[in-house]
């Protein structure tokens, strides 16, 4: 199916933890972001990626890791979850960065307990 | 400054209402400014996006009014409907960057 997906839609894990989100789109899109979105906070960037093997840290990267080693996948990696983690995670895609339509995936909502 | 500061946070408007959702933003370098409407459970959907060349765009109940020298764009929606009941969120983007505000959850009653 063409779009972002991103799986899984729900995990609940313990703290300490590592737990991997799985983002994959079909556009071939050069961009990809990662994106946690708390009540009050709005949606905050954790990482991005322009290309296969080039990624960046956005606002709030502490505590996540983030590889691309081709351009449709975007995976995000809590390497030792805290319940400060407990978040909606969106994974998106664009052409380019900036002047640029986003396309965000459906979320994956991850509880630690 | 990155900031995009968004009002109100939360907006309850009346069915046939105008719902108005304000946006503000401080770096002169943006140069594209869209909407993102986002219903519960799902990831925000690009709704409607205006460059600073032009003051105004409307797209059937939706219009964003954009003021350059103030820094300010809005997004207007007429004859609300609840079915508009979502969570708006601003942006603006330019080079390799796109800030989004904090949203606005509209809520319209029936």
């Known amino acids: 199916d063409a779009g972002i997906t991103q799986s899984p839609r729900y995990k609940i894990t313990e703290t300490g933890r590592q737990v991997t989100l799985m983002c994959h789109q079909t556009w071939s899109h050069s961009y990809m972001f990662w994106y946690r979105q708390d009540l009050g906070h709005g949606l905050r960037l954790i990482y991005y990626s322009a290309a296969a093997d080039i990624t960046d840290k956005g606002e709030v990267p502490d505590g996540y890791v983030v590889s691309r080693s081709k351009t449709e996948n975007f995976p995000l990696t809590l390497e030792s979850a805290t319940r400060s983690q407990t978040s909606v995670y969106f994974c998106?895609?664009?052409?380019?960065?900036?002047?640029?339509?986003?396309?965000f995936g459906a979320g994956s909502r991850l509880t630690v307990l | 400054q990155q900031q995009v500061k968004q009002s109100p946070q939360s907006l309850i408007v009346q069915k046939g209402g105008i719902s108005i959702i304000n946006c503000a933003y401080e770096n002169t370098a943006f140069d594209y400014f869209p909407w993102y409407q986002q219903f519960p459970g799902k990831g925000p959907a690009l709704l409607i996006a205006i460059r600073p060349d032009v003051s105004e765009k409307k797209e059937g109940r939706f219009t964003i009014s954009f003021n350059k020298s103030a820094k300010q764009f809005s997004l207007h929606i007429m004859d609300s409907q609840p079915g508009d009941s979502a969570t708006y969120f601003c942006a603006a983007s330019g080079y390799d960057k796109i800030i989004f505000g904090k949203g606005t959850r509209l809520h319209i009653l029936p």
């Open positions: 998106a895609s664009g052409r380019s960065s900036g002047a640029n339509v986003l396309t």
